[in-house]
């Protein structure tokens, strides 16, 4: 990760001044930082390993948990922490099933579904049908450019990391 810090804070520049641009200074804000900053970090991972190692992804939850608490909205709360369920629950049973994503992807989703939901249910949607458009677009392009790509996996992670940042961005305020 250490060749990766660069990358990793452009990233973090530029979609923190995006979320800052459309959040403003608000009390959920802390919570939206520090997922870009886990989202830059994880993309980063997934991009040269193939792997959403738990030291990143399982320290996400207490963290954005506590942080999307201090705005003291009980029902965005709920919302965050019923959508972070569906979400896990609904990768791990595809990642289970041989659906091509792993348990990493999973716990990744998971944290997409605490920090999207906590928006609203459309942006949450609109994160996950992006990520898995753009990553079929993806693998399709490359599958006709090149014969190889056709047996190599494809990391997954920066599709739906960046398709929630890009959601959060986007969602109406």
Known sequence: MRRDRLPIAIGVLIAGSA?????????ELPAFLAFTLLACGLVACDARLMR???????????????????PLDGTAYLRALLAMAVT????????????GLGLGDAKAAGLVGLTVGWLSWAALLQAILLAYVSAG??????????????ERALAFGPFLLGASMLAVVLASP
């Open 52 to 70: 959403l190692p738990n030291s990143l992804t399982l320290p996400g939850y207490p963290v954005l948990a506590l942080l999307l608490a201090i």
């Open 88 to 99: 896990f629950t609904a990768h791990v049973l595809l990642a289970l099933t041989g659906g």
């Open 19 to 27: 979320v800052v641009w459309r959040l403003g200074y608000r009390a």
């Open 137 to 150: 677009l993806y693998a399709l392009g490359r599958a006709l450019v090149e014969r190889a790509a056709r």
